[in-house]
C-alpha cells in the first residue's frame, strides 16, 4: 500500500467474529498488522457489512475478502459493484495491486475474484 502514497484511495479494514477466537475485538497487536496510517479500521461484531454483502449462515460469512470500488461509489442499503473482488486476501494481493493501478487510471478492470 506504500506505493499508493498520494494517491485518492481509501482503505477500510473491517474486523468480524469469525473464527472461535475472534470473542472480542481486536488487540493493538492485532490492529498493529495494518501499518498503514491511513487505513481506517473497523470492529464489525454483528458482522453487518457481511450481511449486507450476502451472509445468510456460517458458511456464506465474506471474510479474508478485499473489494476494489471504483471513484465515487457510495454504499447505500447494499454494496455498490466492486470492480474487483477476491480472497483470501494473501492470495489476491499481486491482483488487487493491479486492479487498483488499473481503476485509478480509469481503465475497465475485470472481474477476477469471486465472493
Same mark, same amino acid.
Given at each position: 500500500?506504500?506505493?499508493?502514497?498520494?494517491?485518492?484511495?481509501?482503505?477500510?479494514?473491517?474486523?468480524? *467474529?469469525?473464527?472461535?477466537?475472534?470473542?472480542?475485538? *481486536?488487540?493493538?497487536?492485532?490492529?498493529?498488522?495494518?501499518?498503514?496510517?491511513?487505513?481506517?479500521?473497523?470492529?464489525?461484531?454483528?458482522?453487518?457489512i457481511s450481511k449486507s454483502m450476502g451472509e445468510h449462515d456460517r458458511g456464506s460469512i465474506?471474510?479474508?475478502?478485499?473489494?476494489?470500488?471504483?471513484?465515487?461509489?457510495?454504499?447505500?442499503?447494499? *454494496?455498490?459493484?466492486?470492480?474487483?473482488s477476491g480472497g483470501p486476501v494473501i492470495r489476491v494481493i499481486d491482483e488487487t495491486r493491479?486492479?487498483?493501478?488499473?481503476?485509478?487510471?480509469?481503465?475497465?478492470?475485470?472481474?477476477?475474484?469471486?465472493?
Amino acid at each position: 500500500m506504500a506505493d499508493l502514497a498520494g494517491k485518492q484511495v481509501r482503505t477500510f479494514v473491517v474486523w468480524e *467474529p469469525v473464527l472461535f477466537t475472534d470473542w472480542s475485538s *481486536p488487540s493493538t497487536a492485532t490492529l498493529a498488522r495494518i501499518s498503514v496510517t491511513r487505513a481506517a479500521q473497523f470492529w464489525d461484531n454483528g458482522r453487518v457489512i457481511s450481511k449486507s454483502m450476502g451472509e445468510h449462515d456460517r458458511g456464506s460469512i465474506v471474510w479474508d475478502y478485499i473489494a476494489v470500488y471504483p471513484v465515487g461509489a457510495v454504499w447505500d442499503q447494499s *454494496p455498490p459493484q466492486a470492480v474487483y473482488s477476491g480472497g483470501p486476501v494473501i492470495r489476491v494481493i499481486d491482483e488487487t495491486r493491479n486492479a487498483l493501478a488499473q481503476a485509478l487510471r480509469g481503465d475497465q478492470v475485470h472481474q477476477a475474484g469471486s465472493r
